[in-house]
């Protein structure tokens, strides 16, 4: 930077403080190139400069990330959605792309499945392996549900993108050292790939509990009917089948499932009685969870009409919330 443009209160192109923070953060210093981006990327922001900030914040993510430096990163990449909203910046898909770009930086690294021997070393090894997955976790979630947010307000469906939804749920699944189905789900279906949702709970079905295959098909699909979306409630029942069929597996058979599927051809036709006659044959198999009780209230209403008894509150409130 010239010291003509340094009397003059000008910033410097963000190329330039880009290249000089690269190599900051490739020579090691991270936590001080990290304080750099903070600064000059709100000097942009004090002046209005959203875009030069954007490009700062978008780089600086990435290169941290690259470097496995990934609470600095996070950092970077959540405000970069914050400056998305100071400036109001609409929804697009040419922005949808910067943060996938974001997102797909994130590292993606397999936990370690069991220990060759019970030592201390071992043990050590697994516990940093489990704690650095949670910060992994933490991380990418907080940037996600910012960008949701975003999303939501500027532009998206109510719910905020279902791409995002979707690079959430993806993450959340594969990345958790703590692994919470229901919060996976809950994402899924408010993503755009319900081929991916039913690959993924063949996969959970493949080392979950016994007795938890049928509660996660049940809930995926109940979640679907609350949002209104038959549609691909329908789909994805038949592309479980259809991919537990081609590895050799049997879709599992429960009354829980069996009252899904008598659930999905009543909600085909004007069929109300019919939907309170199979709550109450049923009801054992859904008092398994309290969760789908909630939703059968909610789909009453959308599909018939039926004002819920106590509204969305408890768990099903709780279940979507973005913070």
Not at 270 to 297: G, V
């Amino acid at each position: 930077m010239s010291r003509s443009r340094v009397r003059r209160g000008e910033l410097p192109p963000p190329q330039e403080t880009i290249e000089k923070l690269e190599k900051m953060v490739e020579d090691g210093n991270c936590y001080a190139a990290q304080q750099v981006y903070k600064s000059s990327s709100a000097r942009y922001i004090a002046v209005q400069k959203y875009s030069e900030a954007l490009d700062l914040l978008q780089e600086g993510a990435l290169i941290q990330l690259k470097h496995g430096q990934v609470t600095c990163g996070a950092e970077l990449a959540v405000l970069f959605v914050e400056t998305l909203l100071k400036g109001k910046i609409p929804y697009s898909e040419e922005t949808l792309d910067r943060l996938r770009k974001i997102y797909q930086h994130f590292p993606k690294i397999p936990l370690p499945q069991k220990l060759l021997d019970d030592d201390d070393d071992d043990m050590q090894k697994l516990s940093e392996a489990l704690m650095a997955a949670k910060v992994r976790v933490e991380s990418c979630s907080s940037f996600l549900k910012a960008a949701i947010r975003w999303s939501a307000q500027f532009g998206a469906h109510k719910n905020g993108s279902a791409q995002l939804h979707y690079m959430l749920a993806e993450y959340l699944y594969f990345e958790s050292p703590e692994l919470d189905i229901i919060k996976v789900s809950s994402h899924f279906v408010r993503g755009s790939n319900p081929k991916k949702f039913a690959s993924t709970l063949v996969n959970f079905m493949g080392k979950c509990y016994p007795g938890e295959d049928d509660a996660a098909i049940a809930r995926a699909v109940l979640l679907y009917l609350s949002q209104g979306n038959l549609r691909d409630a329908n789909y994805l029942t038949d592309e479980l089948k259809k991919q537990l069929e081609s590895q050799q597996f049997d879709f599992p058979r429960s009354d829980l499932t069996q009252f899904i599927e008598y659930l999905l051809q009543t909600l085909e036709r004007d069929a109300f009685p019919l939907l309170k006659i199979l709550r109450q044959k049923y009801k054992s198999s859904i008092n398994r969870e309290p969760l789908f009780d909630e939703l059968l209230d909610e789909i009453a209403e959308k599909f018939y009409g039926v004002r819920r008894r106590s509204g969305l509150q408890g768990i099903f409130g709780d279940l979507f919330k973005m913070m």
